[in-house]
């Protein structure tokens, strides 16, 4: 029939057209850097405010800093970076840096001990969340013009106290330490905000690349800075696209449609090894996982139940199954590679001995609720945990939201346990030991909201007054010492069980070359790679 | 009429005595839809338990840094009053500061709604390409194995999880056979190419008459769309099949029949003719679902577009990225919806 | 009397019926005989009646406890000793978790069959019936919702009230009367006008009798197609929410949520995601298969094939 042979045709020809198959052009250019990552995290990326762990990928590409780490050589420590050299004043209160001469922004202005001071200046009377990095030095709105002073090349800052210098430095290598530009931002300010809003989405800085875009929940693109002072970055281009599915960025990254695939599972990681033209990068990062124990709970707030749940934890079983290769047991708050950190893990599973304890505590069933990040590890973490607390009677519900929403919660002191990951702010130890162990006033009027010790209604007893004693002391390895004892008291009494340490195992294509994410104490330097 | 339960159109709920009358009717019902709308939606994003704030100011922030935050949002203020200042910028074509992009809400949609407007113009093309010649098939030859066949393929496509067959369709034109480009609108090394004009990549790349873009851009989308093609063209097909039936039965084609008439006329010159208004509705009906951003497909393929916005924002409580996307989305069904109200009004005989 | 020798199946299809009990059987087994001659339609019924016997009998068919770890027995492939369709990430049996799941669907399906048709029928025939402002105002609030992106005011609901089953099939359930309401409140529309109604308020019954008794009745069969083909809907719904982890929560082993658990080794251990997805989509094909069935039957007017 006719009509009938017509239509037969028309639908043909709308098959062919949709299923045409297209070559998919399959490696990416040699001068760009190509990388899949959720970096749906960023807000902004001014380096006064951001906070996040994609945003500081970004801007340590961007800023130059006084002081910085040598992704060549993360273990020497802080090193001179815009800072030429400095030195300490007698009453060990006053560094004053000597600028390094003829590094440039990338407007073309010179880096001045100026823009040193405003950057730092900038970020006390802006008092964004990561403020505190600098303010716990003393640092107000008010004094700030006497505490950070420039004088010919030289900037000098004054704490309010002697503090271990390490522990300032330290300090200023974090994101909130990057140095802006400052007749760049104050062109761009709009009422009195210190260009905050223009810093979001531009950048002012020195260092290796500059931003050519953000499209939040998609994409940065940096262009490469030729005059930058270590010499012009090979990568003319790096891209970051937010791709949020492991597998995704697997079959991009066997595909050669990216040079480095961030976000892997341990399941894809295995694949990846085993796949050609491709190999893992493994690095230590510095994010801990923990569960808390809320102690306003009557049961939870007995030592042996804290003990007993602590021996309820399969740390092995999961390390070896759907952890592997993405963490590891570690069962102190201050991440491996950091001054103090230690290496003992004394619990392991074991169901008789919390069953004992619990009957000394006189605790027979128990019912917890876990409040748990909409996160596949955490879900499955959480519910390993469900399943060998429930072998000692423990009933455990989880309870499962966004991480706002679970967070909203935990902030409020309202969840029995909590199964959350910690990374650390700045490489020093008192990232982690001020806020694991440190709470000066425990009470619900305090509001100490930023200490995970006060969320979890803890008073750290004699460990608050160690804390604070370990951060002023000059001694490194009476330091080092200090921290070894905040943490064995910590790991046997305090209501944290740290579980592990987070392993990165990035994928990359076998052509990069010179890739280094940052370990356990900063972030990715792209201006090293090669391909 | 028979097509009541399928089609969502209103009956006129007031005598029509003139044409004014009736645009103002229908523009006050808009603005009583949109604001209940708007409404609704603030409502829901106040009681939920997220926390705008923590969005803004991260897990770390101290209580007084929080407290600022809190006081800049206007969240001191009552419900009511918060509400009226929002619609009063609304109505001043300010739709806020997205707090997630750090971005005006309005630009922000201005580039997501054409991600999603290309992959739905294109998903609706192929359901319509595909669906209507079906549909006319099956009923044509009603009852034997073709009319069978394209029962299973609508069934089917109505049956079938998308996310899941999104995930097995990347896997294996993507992953195995590379056929297809990958997930994302473009492959990374074409960002930041291609001068945005529309904000549709296959529009601009063509009007910078970048082939290679437009080829890339072309095999990012084939799959996605398809997949969206197949669900309209589910629906589209049994559309069309119930109103050509209806159709081929009535006295007319019968008529037309005996006097000889060719059997390709009588399918297309008469019976099609008069399912073009019904048809039109169906259409645009799955238009405006699959422009409401199928969120889940946009997911599975990192489809920049308004369903993965509006998603994330809902979860994070970035409540003026959520009213604003939400009124895009309300409007453009309201639209469609009007506009298949008057295309019957002007082709449909019996309700003249 | 000559009934006595009359076989059921004689009585049922009488030309005369004695009684009006005896009429509607009747008109149901003849809508039964109708149905059975549909290959398609048995076909969905039998699926579905898998379906719930896999749910009532659960204990009894699944080979192992659905919440029962074993890490050390991680990403068994399909066909493995003891476990037919292998084990999921935690070592549990993915057979066992299906089977477990069809209650959790059936449980969705039947709540939200409960609440959205009765909801919607209720304010659509109350707004046909009525008239005036109280229509004015019901079917702007109908339209309010159905301009509301489906998934979104679903996720919105979830996002609210918190994660989980029951706020699933709430969220659901609001997100699907809107349709209904549309429906009842067209077919109001045309009986309220006719004779038959006017007949009956001559005689004085009070409006909420006749929305009851007169009404309601003659909405239900339209209403039964309409919900046995969104029910592929609603299960797709109630898989999406569990995929994006807004509806069922672990352990428990809602098909969605399967899925979603599955995706991350979708490239090297398939069967984890593939096994539910094929689950729900035979579930919503064989609804949908009854329900294309059921509209030839009972709403010829539609679809005649």
């Not at chain 1, 001068?31 to 990552?37: G, K, S, Y």
């Not at chain 2, 897990?59 to 407290?67: L, N």
């Not at chain 3, 579905?48 to 068994?76: E, I, Y």
């Not at chain 3, 609210?160 to 309401?181: D, F, K, M, Q, R």
Request: charged letters at 15%.
């Amino acid at each position: 029939m006719n009509a009938f042979t017509k239509l037969m045709g028309t639908a043909a020809l709308g098959f062919a057209l949709g299923g045409v198959a297209l070559p998919v052009m399959a490696e990416t250019p040699a001068n760009m850097l190509v990388i899949a990552n959720r970096i749906d995290d960023i807000t902004t990326l001014d380096p006064a405010q951001s906070f996040e762990f994609a945003g500081s990928d970004v801007l340590r590409n961007i800023y130059g800093k006084l002081v910085n780490f040598d992704p060549n050589n993360l273990d020497a420590g802080y090193q001179p970076d815009l800072a030429e050299s400095w030195t300490v004043s007698e009453d060990g209160k006053t560094i004053t840096f000597t600028m390094r001469e003829g590094v440039k922004f990338h407007s073309g202005n010179p880096v001045r001990a100026e823009d040193v001071a405003f950057s730092f200046k900038r970020v006390v009377a802006l008092n964004k969340t990561p403020s505190f990095i600098l303010t716990q030095f003393g640092f107000t709105p008010e004094n700030m013009d006497e505490t950070i002073t420039v004088s010919g090349n030289t900037v000098s800052i004054t704490t309010d106290k002697e503090y271990a210098t390490s522990f300032v430095l330290n300090c200023l290598t974090a994101t909130i330490g990057g140095v802006v530009d400052e007749l760049t931002v104050m062109a761009n300010e709009v009422d009195g905000d210190l260009g905050n809003e223009w810093l979001k989405t531009n950048s002012a800085g020195s260092g290796a690349y500059s931003l050519t875009s953000w499209k939040a929940k998609e994409s940065v693109t940096l262009t490469a800075n030729p005059d930058f002072y270590l010499g012009a970055p090979a990568m003319q281009r790096v891209i970051v696209r937010h791709v949020q599915e492991s597998a995704t960025q697997r079959l991009m990254l066997e595909r050669g449609d990216i040079d480095v695939a961030r976000d892997l599972n341990p399941s894809d990681v295995e694949g990846v090894r085993n796949a050609e033209g491709v190999e893992v990068l493994e690095e230590m990062r510095g994010r801990l996982m923990y569960i808390s124990m809320n102690q306003k709970h009557p049961e939870l707030s007995k030592p042996e139940v804290r003990q007993a749940l602590k021996y309820l934890i399969d740390y092995e079983g999961m390390q070896n199954s759907f952890l592997k290769g993405a963490y590891v047991t570690h069962q102190n708050f201050l991440p491996r590679t950091y001054l103090g950190a230690v290496d003992e893990n004394p619990f392991s599973m074991d169901v008789e001995k919390a069953k004992a304890l619990l009957a000394e505590a006189g605790v027979d069933g128990l019912e917890l609720t876990v409040g748990v990040r909409e996160a596949q590890e955490r879900l499955e973490i959480g519910q390993s945990l469900q399943n060998t607390f429930a072998q000692a009677g423990i009933t455990l519900n989880l309870e499962v939201g966004t991480g706002k929403q679970v967070l909203s919660k935990y902030r409020a002191r309202e969840l029995d346990i909590y199964l959350g990951a910690w990374g650390p702010d700045y490489p020093d130890p008192h990232t982690n030991a001020g806020t694991f162990a440190y709470n000066p006033d425990n009470s619900d009027a305090a509001q100490a909201t930023g200490l995970l010790a006060w969320r979890n209604s803890w008073d750290t007893g004699k460990l608050t007054e160690m804390s604070a004693a370990a951060v002023v002391e000059g001694d490194r390895s009476k330091r080092e010492v200090m921290y070894h004892d905040i943490q064995a008291t910590f790991r046997d009494t305090s209501p944290f069980a740290v579980m592990f340490q987070k392993i990165e195992p990035a994928g990359i294509n076998e052509d990069v070359e010179g890739l280094n994410l940052g370990g356990a104490i900063t972030a990715v330097s792209y201006w090293t790679v090669t391909k | 009429m028979s097509s009541t339960h399928y089609n969502p159109k209103r009956q006129p709920r007031l005598p029509l005595p003139s044409w004014l009358k009736g645009t103002l009717v229908t523009l006050a019902s808009i603005s009583v839809t949109m604001l209940g709308l708007l409404f609704v939606t603030f409502f829901i994003g106040r009681v939920m338990p997220i926390e705008p704030v923590l969005a803004v100011v991260g897990e770390r922030a101290t209580q007084e840094q929080y407290h600022a935050a809190y006081l800049e949002l206007g969240l001191d203020k009552p419900l009511i009053v918060q509400f009226s200042y929002y619609v009063w910028d609304v109505l001043h074509g300010d739709f806020g500061m997205s707090l997630l992009t750090a971005r005006p809400v309005a630009d922000d949609i201005g580039r997501v709604f054409p991600a999603t407007m290309e992959l739905a113009t294109i998903g609706i093309t192929i359901g319509i390409v595909l669906g209507v010649p079906l549909g006319v098939i099956a009923a044509v030859r009603r009852g034997s194995w073709i009319d069978q066949i394209a029962r299973v393929v609508a069934l089917v496509g109505y049956s079938m999880p998308i996310f899941w067959l999104g995930l097995m369709g990347l896997l294996l034109f993507y992953g195995v056979l590379g056929w297809v480009g990958g997930p994302g609108r473009q492959g990374i090394f074409y960002e930041d190419m291609i001068p945005s004009v529309t904000g549709m990549i296959l529009v601009d790349s063509a009007l910078a008459r970048d082939w290679g873009a437009f080829r890339d851009a072309f095999s990012h989308i084939i799959l996605p769309a398809s997949l969206l093609g197949y669900y309209s063209l589910a629906y589209i097909s049994r559309m069309t099949r119930s109103f050509m039936l209806e159709q081929l039965s009535a006295e007319y084609v019968t008529t037309a029949r005996v006097k000889g008439m060719s059997e390709w006329a009588v399918i297309w010159r008469h019976a099609f003719r008069n399912i073009r208004v019904q048809l039109i509705t169906v259409i645009a009906l799955s238009y405006a679902n699959l422009l409401e951003g199928s969120v889940l497909t946009e997911i599975i393929f990192s489809w920049p577009g308004i369903g993965n916005y509006l998603t994330t924002a809902l979860l994070s409580a970035d409540m003026n990225a959520v009213l604003g996307a939400t009124v895009v989305v309300g409007l453009i069904f309201i639209c469609l919806n009007i506009f298949s109200d008057l295309l019957y009004k002007i082709f449909d005989p019996r309700s003249k | 009397m000559s009934s006595q020798s009359l076989t059921l199946r004689q009585w049922l299809l009488t030309d005369t019926p004695t009684s009006r009990r005896q009429a509607r059987f009747a008109a149901l087994y003849k809508g039964w005989l109708s149905l059975r001659s549909n290959h398609m339609a048995m076909i969905g019924l039998a699926i579905l009646v898998v379906l719930v016997g896999s749910a009532v009998f659960a204990p009894l068919l699944a080979p192992h406890d659905p919440f029962v770890q074993n890490l050390a027995n991680r990403l068994q492939p399909l066909g493995t000793e003891g476990h037919i369709l292998g084990t999921d990430s935690l070592g549990r049996d993915i057979l066992s978790r299906m089977i477990y799941g069809s209650r959790i669907t059936l449980y969705i399906v039947a709540l939200v069959a409960m609440i959205a048709p009765v909801a919607g029928l209720l304010v659509g025939t109350v707004s046909g019936y009525a008239g005036g402002w109280t229509d004015i105002v019901l079917m702007r609030i109908t339209d309010i919702f159905l301009a509301f992106p489906r998934l979104v005011l679903a996720l919105a609901f979830v996002a609210a009230l918190g994660a989980g089953i029951e706020n699933a099939v709430l969220a659901i359930s609001l997100t699907a009367w809107p349709p209904y309401a549309r429906m009842a409140r067209a077919e109001t529309l045309t009986i309220r006008s006719s004779d038959y109604i006017s007949a009956i308020r001559l005689q004085g019954a009070g409006p909420m009798r006749i929305i009851t008794k007169h009404i309601w009745p003659l909405c239900i069969s339209s209403l039964i197609v309409r919900v046995t083909l969104d029910m592929a809907g609603i299960i797709l719904a109630a898989a999406g929410l569990g995929f994006l982890g807004l509806g069922a929560q672990p352990p428990s082993p809602e098909w969605g949520a399967m899925i979603s658990e599955g995706r991350r080794f979708i490239l090297d251990h398939w069967w984890i995601a593939t096994m539910p997805g094929l689950a729900i989509f035979a579930v919503s094909l064989a609804f949908n298969l009854l329900g294309d069935g059921l509209r030839d039957v009972l709403d010829p007017k539609d679809s005649a094939s």
